[in-house]
């Protein structure tokens, strides 16, 4: 707008000048053509004077104009180059602020990506750490029971008697096994001796480890012949070969408790011959050893 301003006055002014000087040539080719025109001499002089002064103002106006023009030029020039500069600033701020913002989106969906994954390894942490501390929490249960176990033996004969009993009636095996396993320790001489062991071979069976039974119970039958406790040891034996399908070692020992020697009370000796026919005339379903010896009726 300002450059407009000053061609605007250089315009104006270049105008006037170029009036008076047109009024001066018309008032000369007065005095010279018509007849009705009358100039004095120094009329003329002084219209001379201002032809002349208002010539050096012309001059000295078409001088500045051309100056003014030159350094409206010269600025015009600076201010092109000025505007590209800042365009040029402009386009590059704004390539350079929207690398930022790709760069800042890129950052934000891994910082994004990154928490989303800490939260899925924290919750997989939990998880791990809950289920760790149920398995601490059964161990340590476990090994509370067992400590118990440890520390809650009685010291007197009669009430270790009772209380493997009595773990062994609650289906405690193991707790009954160690009861009846300290028994035996302590009192290695005493008279129950045997029927401790066959109790020991007792817990093994109920808890269905047959082979550990059988181990048990040749003890019993090996050590003691004679005891009391001979014919449980016996039949149980029976019905430990006969869970284990060896129907031919089975028959064996019952028949063993048929024997008039081992003066088995007669219910066993009819359970024994009650298991014998069972056995012979298993199709497969119990026996494992496809023979069974014939025996006495």
């Known amino acids: 707008m300002k450059t407009m301003s000053i061609i605007s006055l250089v315009s104006q002014r270049t105008r006037a000048s170029t009036t008076a000087l047109a009024m ?23 219209l001379a004077k201002e032809v002349d002064k208002l010539r050096k103002e012309v001059v000295a106006q078409d ?3 051309e100056e003014t023009l030159a350094k409206v030029e010269s600025l015009t020039e600076q201010l092109e180059t000025k505007l590209a500069e800042l365009d040029e600033v402009l386009r590059r701020n704004q390539a350079d602020l929207g690398l930022r913002v790709d760069n800042l989106e890129t950052d934000t969906q891994e910082l994004r990506g990154a ?35 440890a520390t809650n033996i009685p010291e007197s004969k009669t009430e270790l008697w009772a209380e493997a009993d ?26 129950k001796i045997a029927e401790v062991r066959f109790n020991i071979g007792l817990t093994f069976f109920s808890a269905r480890e047959y082979r550990q039974a059988l181990g048990e119970f040749y003890r019993v039958i090996q050590e003691s012949p004679k005891d009391a406790v001979i014919p449980d040891a016996l039949y149980y034996s029976g019905l430990a070969f006969a869970k284990l399908g060896q129907c ?6 019952f028949d063993a408790l048929r024997q008039k020697k081992t003066k088995a009370p007669a ?8 298991q014998i026919g069972i056995l ?4 497969g379903d119990i026996c494992s050893d496809g023979k069974k010896p014939a025996t006495d009726s």
């Not at 193991?174 to 320790?185: D, F, G, Q, V």
């Not at 031919?248 to 020992?253: F, H, K, R, S, T």
Request: aromatic residues 8%; positive net charge; hydrophobic residues 35%.
């Open 24 to 46: 001066v040539g018309a008032l000369g080719l007065c005095g010279v053509f018509s007849t009705g025109c009358i100039a004095l001499k120094a009329d003329q002089d002084d």
């Open 63 to 65: 001088k500045n104009t």
């Open 115 to 149: 928490a989303e994954n800490a939260d899925f390894m924290a919750t997989a942490a939990k998880q791990e750490l809950t289920e760790l501390r149920g398995d601490v929490d059964i161990r340590l249960l476990a090994l509370e029971e067992k400590l118990n176990e």
């Open 166 to 191: 009595k773990q062994f009636k609650a289906k405690k095996y193991k707790a009954s096994r160690r009861l009846w396993r300290t028994y035996e320790s302590r009192y290695p001489t005493d008279s």
């Open 248 to 253: 031919q070692n089975a028959i064996a020992y």
């Open 267 to 274: 219910h066993y000796k009819d359970k024994a011959k009650e």
């Open 280 to 283: 012979k005339a298993d199709k």
